[in-house]
């Protein structure tokens, strides 16, 4: 989609290294760390919110949490803990328009969220 950060970044027109990079799903180094580990694992194709996410995307979407278990173990924060977290609209934070999973970990984590 064109004017999307995601969507660019994945087309290589703005430049950033893939720290995984699948046939679906690729990830990279947010920009803004909020922890230790700050990874966004982020589909291929477009949708602008979560709620985009339709039966037929089930698979891809389930991938993602895949991805999410080898990354924290290549990070090393499988066995201390760590936090996948997907933003659903302005209210809940959102702020890139094509969806992204956040992976957190490598410091201890308080709940409820901010
Ligand atoms: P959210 O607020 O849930 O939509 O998350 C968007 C995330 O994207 C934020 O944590 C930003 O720090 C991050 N971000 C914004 N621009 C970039 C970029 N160019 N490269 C990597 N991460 C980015
Ligand atoms: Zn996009």
Redesign the pocket.
């Known amino acids: 989609m064109e004017d999307c950060?995601f969507c660019k970044?994945n087309q290589g027109d703005?430049p950033?290294e893939k720290v995984y990079d699948g046939e679906d799903v690729f990830a990279?180094?947010?920009?803004?760390p909020q922890a230790p580990v700050h990874l966004?694992i982020i589909p291929k194709k477009h949708f602008s919110t979560l709620l985009e996410i339709e039966e037929s995307d089930f698979q891809l979407i389930g991938s993602i949490f895949g991805v999410a278990n080898q990354l924290a173990a290549e990070r090393k924060i499988d066995q201390s803990g760590f936090r996948v977290v997907g933003?659903c609209g302005a209210g809940a934070?959102?702020?890139?328009f094509h969806i992204?999973y956040?992976l957190l970990g490598g410091r201890a984590m308080k709940w409820p969220p901010g």
């Open positions: 950060l970044i703005i950033s990279i180094e947010d920009i803004n966004l933003n934070g959102q702020s890139v992204h956040h």
